[in-house]
């Protein structure tokens, strides 16, 4: 699994891309290949965690979705993660 840490600015393209990645986010979802997803409780990034099996397979999928490329939205860490419970 991928752990992805956002960091957020106040930019308005920030909320106005973010409809379309929460659908795009429902949809992996229902695949299987986000496990969670959500911003921190003061709105200033998000936390996302994926099921993929590399880090080919997780920049593909952040590829797609230009919400991590939009003014306002930084991707601070992609970090691996293995976890022993859940």
């Known amino acids: ?3 992805v840490e956002l960091s957020f ?3 308005p393209e920030r909320l106005a891309a973010r409809p379309a ?3 795009k986010l429902a949809a992996l979802h229902e695949k299987g290949r986000v ?3 959500g911003p921190l409780a003061d709105d ?3 936390v996302l965690v994926f099921d993929v099996p590399d880090r080919a397979a997780l ?3 952040l590829g797609e ?3 991590y490329s939009t003014e306002g939205v930084r991707v601070e860490q992609l970090r691996e993660w293995r976890p022993i419970l859940g």
Request: hydrophobic share 40%; charged share 30%; glycine share 4%.
């Open 9 to 11: 600015t106040d930019a």
């Open 35 to 37: 496990r969670m997803a």
């Open 1 to 3: 699994m991928w752990l």
């Open 65 to 67: 979705d230009p919400y």
């Open 44 to 46: 200033s990034g998000a």
């Open 59 to 61: 920049d593909q999928l």
């Open 21 to 23: 990645h929460r659908e």
